[in-house]
């Protein structure tokens, strides 16, 4: 008969004790720090976004500043399809459904590969930069 390894089995000195979910630890903030210091991180629905749609599927990219969608996307493991970077295949084109107004106005490569699909919200990953800053 082989013996259950339990998170307590593997503590030296402990052999086949079972542990109990450790109690909750208090967390505490430090006197000094006054609310208005600490900086929790965003909500989700205060996080700039702009979601794009790529062969049916729909991915959140975080506003990056000066980035273009691509990277922002490929640093945050979205998985968008992409091959010459350049902005010449076309393989990167997704649909913006929202949060276009995070992104600059679409290069002159972007309105040549993709003509009238501009006016549908389509736009090409690697050449769509986003804006350096946006009003708050």
Not at 10 to 15: C, D, F, V, W
Not at 67 to 89: E, F, M, R, V, W
Not at 102 to 122: F, H, N, R, S, V
Request: charged share 15%.
């Amino acid at each position: 008969m082989r013996k259950q390894l339990t998170v307590g089995s593997l503590i030296p000195g402990r052999s086949g004790v079972q542990m109990s979910s450790p109690a909750p630890v208090p967390v505490h903030t430090h006197p000094s720090l006054k609310k208005t210091e600490m900086s929790p991180a965003r909500p989700q629905s205060e996080q700039k976004l702009v979601q794009v749609k790529q062969r049916s599927q729909t991915m959140p990219v975080r506003y990056t500043p000066s980035q273009t969608l691509l990277q922002a996307a490929l640093t945050q493991d979205q998985p968008i399809a992409y091959k010459c970077q350049q902005g010449h295949c076309g393989k990167c084109s997704v649909q913006i459904v929202a949060g276009a107004s995070l992104l600059d106005t679409p290069t002159g490569q972007e309105k040549a590969k993709l003509g009238e699909k501009l006016a549908t919200g389509y736009r090409l990953a690697c050449q769509s930069t986003f804006r350096s800053s946006i009003p708050t």
